[in-house]
């Protein structure tokens, strides 16, 4: 299991957000908010650590799909 950084304001933001996305918004619209969020982060990141970003994103989700564990 992995650990998960730690920021009471970034955590509450996150989770609340989650909430928010599943219980007021269609299930089929849920890629599309995750999707907003790695947007809205790739706008003010370098294209370098953008592609990084997209990277390591892409790798955590093969992990989570191979072993179902983060």
């Known amino acids: 299991m992995a650990t998960f950084p730690y920021d009471h304001v970034i955590t509450e933001n996150l ?3 989650a909430e928010l996305i599943v219980n007021t918004r ?3 619209e849920r890629v599309d908010w995750v999707a907003f969020l790695m947007n809205e982060m790739l706008s003010i ?3 370098e ?3 990084k970003l997209l990277e390591d994103v892409q790798a955590r989700i093969g992990d989570r799909l191979e072993t179902g564990a983060w």
Do not use: A, N, R
Request: charged share 15%.
């Open 15 to 17: 989770q609340t957000s």
């Open 26 to 28: 269609p299930k089929e």
């Open 49 to 51: 650590h953008g592609q």
């Open 45 to 47: 990141i370098t294209p």
